[in-house]
């Protein structure tokens, strides 16, 4: 028996055996001797209380004792003043990591909205320094480790959360009334009743609290929100309340306030407080309840700051101004704290409005290259505010060295370099959007955005710093995290307890050290910044105008430049931009590409930019998309104005076209208004992509070469853009259809448009989509009945269809998607919009030539597929029932050719003036006639498919005079009136663009070559 345990022994009456583990342990501890302090003054309080000192006799709880009384010595003066959790056996049973103590043990769920705010926040200190205890001598024992006790804080900060919100919303709901909605707002719960439904509010966590990693003394970063600001609240009369269980579901708990607030209320009373105060009172309130020091401690300290214009904003927000906030003010170090924010308590729908108001402002659906320097710039704030600046000297950088958090190598830098990868991939990679460390590691490993061996290498150093912050923290619950500058004091934090450890005390400090210092360089690495190209200075872009602009535009040019730079030191934001928008001007691509200068069109860019550093960054991290950009401003016409007016398209250009779906996955949910933009942002995104990769292949040809060389390669992707969009419009169609008329007969929840098919004619049926086209679309239903509802069939498929065709026309910032062209519809477009498959086969039976001539490109769509493939089929047998002679066949194609021909042709123009690219038996038209010709001759014979054949050899020989007049109308569309089809010579003269590839004597002969050919190809069909 030791010498301590026998002075134990008898000092308090006990047999020395029953010291035995907590003397052996205290003989592994270097300088004990404040701890055994703390123990002897813990085994005074307890002398005589044999529950309490039965609890103590357990081996490992001795143990825990004397690891608590080294490492946490303020948990041992707690429990020397609370013996009562000793009582409660909160010490045993130890190596079973068991979930957390429930709030139950000091205050039951009905107990609670009842308790006085003085008992309320005794209970909720009770009930966290008996978990602190248990999970502190569990982690100093080795039982749960660093991960797992910062989510075991994190939990226990969330349920004393959610309990003093909601007794806070329950004490306040009494005496101030219910808070309601007067039109039902963002977040509102209910609203078919009286009380307009419930003005809800929810409370976000920020730091690590949202990302579960709270420290022993972690500030909880908090954000409180609202919805409803005007409606005064209403009185709720002899109501006690709901009973508080932090484990309770939200949804459960806040539905019950939501029937209430939808029930039959009093009128609000003359003077009633509005919604918003009624939050704003409710957030002081509950930190008050968590922040106050009292006899028993304190909850958890509440930092605001994070919240939307820091401490000078309102304590709650409102989801209207949170989204016009981060809109129009939001900064980046707000991005990098949103990572973090997660919902902790109220009502789980104004939490998830929340999130989808921030989610765009913090993850950018581009590769966001402004989210690193952004980074850089928050730590360099941090470092210049606790006196370190980046690049310094050492003396003043020593200062912080010993800080784990924010010194270098430390917490902040482990986390920045994460949260850097998040917001610069988030947008295109959805499922990093997570708040913990740990788990943002692990994502960015499974989506190859990070090797696994630096992933685990980030994470073990990660989880280093944080064990050391935690033995910092729980000496005296301080929120310190600077390493001590004595022996003794770094014992107690690195000490792992085991006999001895003074030796190590070097190695464990190695370890700390080589975790920093790969800290350190993972950081830097990430924020280093290329060398200045030479010849990129301040001035340099003025040597490139001197050298590329003529003389009588220079000094305008010079001027606007000027302008554009000026304007970009009036901001902080902008001073940033400023030396990477000189860099950009400096770059020789802005100057001249293709065959007219692009300039013109980066100035207006650049003007439209603004001070959005991203776009910058985004220009600088990918230098080779200057080429097609400058590509696009100089040949794209007046398509390059999708990218002046809209610049968060330049990310388009970073990707390329490839065989999967050209659209981003659209979920057909929510409004139509935000549908519809999402889906034609993303189509003019496609759009761009496409145009730039025609005008990269287009790029070297000169006069001559695209007589029968023209690379047609982007007709598919444009057929099927056009595709997908009417695939996504026909669903969110149905869906909102259905919600309105009920379910056609036969169809079911997952089987989108049944009994309705969409057909794709002209340039869409034969996928030849340019980029001027319009769509040609045909619709039709299976069989006349009724809906649930009672609709009949013919309501339901004719509002499904003018849904269909709304949503493609609807204009929008972004223009219309596409334009619609129902005239091949069954008799014109005076006919019944969607017809039934029987009334189409009656139309079929009668139908004249040169309907069949348009059902010669008729594919399917969208919608039914059996449905279309039973109507093309009745196509196909009503053409071979005419049975019509190929002479006759061949007059009725000729005589319809001719008819277009005089009617659509220029009008009183000269010989030679105007070249009629479309409307002439040598253009576009006369080929496409005569090849429909074909078609219908060889089905007229053939039992085949309604399906394609390949050319004649007579078409063939046609077809590179085709190409190329389909070609030069296609590039003047691009720069003139998209459905013009007509060149005159000025044209050819003025629009490098054309005059670069094409003479205009070349295709006067090539029109007047082919109109020879196809009329000589009708005459021999006609004998």
């Not at 996504?728 to 056609?744: E, K, V």
Request: aromatic share 8%.
């Amino acid at each position: 028996m030791s010498d301590l345990e026998n002075a134990w022994a008898s000092r308090f009456g006990l047999p020395g055996s029953h010291f035995a583990a907590m003397t052996a342990q205290i003989g592994a501890l270097p300088h004990p001797g404040e701890a055994v302090s703390l123990l002897e003054r813990l085994l005074e309080r307890l002398a005589g209380d044999q529950v309490a000192l039965a609890a103590m006799h357990e081996p490992a709880t001795q143990r825990a004792l004397v690891r608590l009384a080294y490492a946490a010595p303020f948990l041992i003066r707690y429990l020397a003043a609370n013996p009562r959790h000793l009582q409660a056996g909160v010490l045993s049973g130890l190596d079973d990591p068991a979930a957390l103590l429930p709030i139950a043990h000091h205050a039951t769920p009905e107990a609670i909205p009842d308790l006085q705010p003085e008992a309320l926040q005794r209970a909720l200190r009770r009930w966290k320094y008996a978990n602190y205890l248990r999970l502190t001598a569990q982690h100093l024992l080795g039982t749960i480790q660093t991960p797992q006790i910062c989510a075991q804080i994190s939990r226990l900060a969330e349920g004393m959360i959610r309990v003093a919100y909601a007794y806070g919303f329950t004490r306040q709901a009494r005496e101030k009334g219910l808070p309601v909605c007067i039109r039902g707002g963002v977040g509102s719960e209910g609203g078919s009743g009286s009380g307009g439904g419930l003005a809800a509010g929810a409370v976000i966590g920020m730091g690590k609290l949202g990302g579960g990693e709270l420290n022993y003394s972690s500030d909880v970063d908090l954000i409180f929100i609202h919805d409803g600001e005007d409606a005064p609240c209403r009185p709720i009369p002899h109501h006690s309340g709901f009973p508080v269980d932090p484990d309770e579901p939200p949804e459960e708990y806040w539905s019950r306030w939501a029937r209430l607030a939808d029930s039959d209320l009093p009128p609000a009373a003359e003077g009633a407080i509005t919604a918003g105060e009624f939050h704003n009172r409710l957030a002081r309130q509950v930190c008050s309840t968590l922040s106050a020091k009292t006899a028993d401690g304190f909850g958890f300290r509440v930092d605001l700051d994070l919240r939307p214009m820091g401490s000078s904003g309102l304590i709650s927000s409102s989801l209207a101004f949170l989204s016009q906030y981060y809109d129009v003010h939001g900064r980046e170090w707000e991005r990098t704290a949103l990572i973090k924010a997660r919902p902790i308590a109220g009502s789980p729908r104004v939490a998830a409005a929340f999130q989808a108001c921030v989610r765009p402002f913090v993850y950018r659906r581009y590769l966001d290259y402004g989210a690193i320097e952004g980074i850089t710039l928050v730590k360099r704030d941090i470092d210049r505010y606790h006196g370190r600046a980046i690049g310094g000297s050492a003396k003043l950088g020593s200062a912080r060295l010993g800080n784990i958090k924010l010194g270098k190598g430390g917490i902040r830098e482990n986390e920045f370099f994460v949260q850097a990868l998040q917001l610069l991939y988030g947008g295109k990679h959805p499922e990093i959007q997570v708040t913990a460390q740990a788990e943002a590691v692990g994502r960015l490993i499974s989506e190859e955005i990070i090797p696994p061996d630096l992933g685990q290498t980030l994470l073990a150093d990660y989880w280093i710093l944080r064990r050391i912050e935690n033995r910092l923290q729980m000496v005296n619950e301080a929120q310190t995290q600077e390493l001590p500058p004595d022996d003794a004091g770094k014992l107690r934090v690195f000490c792992d307890f085991q006999p001895g450890f003074e030796g190590r005390l070097a190695e464990a400090e190695a370890t700390l050290q080589a975790a920093r210092t790969r800290t350190s360089e993972r950081f830097a690495g990430l924020l280093s910044e290329p060398a200045p190209a030479a010849g990129s200075g301040p001035d340099a872009w003025r040597k490139m105008v001197k050298t590329h602009v003529g003389q009588e535009s220079r000094e305008a040019v010079i001027a606007r430049i000027e302008a554009i730079l000026s304007g970009l030191m009036n901001t902080r934001i902008g001073e940033r931009c400023l030396p990477k928008a000189e860099r950009l001007l400096s770059r020789e691509e802005l100057y001249r590409c293709g065959t007219d200068p692009a300039l013109a069109g980066w100035l207006e860019f650049l003007e439209r930019i603004g001070n959005r550093n991203t776009l910058f960054a985004l220009l600088e991290a990918h230098s080779p998309i200057l080429q097609r950009v400058s590509l696009l401003f100089a040949e794209g016409g007046r398509l390059a104005s999708l990218l002046i007016r809209h610049p968060e398209f330049l990310e388009s250009f970073v990707a390329g076209i490839g065989e999967g779906a050209m659209l981003e996955s659209h979920q057909p949910e929510g409004s139509g208004e935000m549908f519809i933009l999402e889906l034609q942002g993303a189509k003019s995104r496609a759009i761009l992509r496409i145009l730039t990769d025609y005008l990269e292949s287009d790029a070297d040809q000169h006069p001559g070469q695209h007589l029968g060389q023209h690379p047609d390669k982007h007709r598919e992707p444009l057929s099927r853009l056009a595709e997908e969009t009417v695939q996504a419009c026909l669903n969110f169609a149905w869906i909102n259809t259905t919600a309105r008329l009920g379910y056609p007969a036969g169809a079911r929840d997952d089987n989108m448009a049944h009994g309705f098919a969409v057909l794709a004619m002209g340039k869409l049926g034969c996928r030849e989509m340019r980029f001027g086209s319009d769509l040609d679309l045909v619709f039709c239903y299976r069989e006349d009945g009724t809906t649930a509802q009672g609709a009949s069939h013919f309501q339901f498929y004719t509002k499904l269809a003018q849904s269909l065709s709304n949503l493609l026309m609807v204009p929008t910032q972004f223009g219309r998607l596409y334009d619609l062209d129902h005239r091949l519809r069954p008799f014109g477009s005076k006919g019944m919009l969607v017809p039934t498959l029987d009334a189409y086969r009656d139309f079929l039976s009668g139908a004249e030539v040169w309907n069949f001539q348009a059902l010669t490109r008729m594919r399917f769509l969208a919608g039914d597929a059996g449905l279309a493939g039973d109507l093309i089929d009745s196509v196909a047998r009503c053409w071979r029932e005419k049975s019509m002679l190929r002479r006759e066949l061949a007059r009725a194609v000729q005589t319809m050719l001719l008819r277009l021909v005089r009617e659509n042709g220029p009008v009183k123009a000269r010989p030679g003036e105007v070249l009629p690219l479309k409307y002439a038996v040598g253009g576009l038209i006369g080929f496409e006639f005569l090849q429909q010709y074909h078609f219908l001759e060889h089905h007229s014979r053939s039992g085949g498919a309604w399906a394609p054949v390949e050319d004649t050899a007579q078409l063939a020989g046609l077809r590179a005079g085709y190409d190329s007049i389909g070609a030069l109308d296609e590039r003047l569309s691009l720069h003139v009136h998209p459905y013009r089809h007509e060149a005159s010579p000025e044209q050819f003269q003025n629009l490098d663009a054309i005059g670069k590839r094409w003479r205009f004597k070349d295709m006067r002969d090539c029109l007047a070559a082919q109109e020879t050919a196809i009329e000589t190809a009708f005459w021999s069909a006609a004998q």
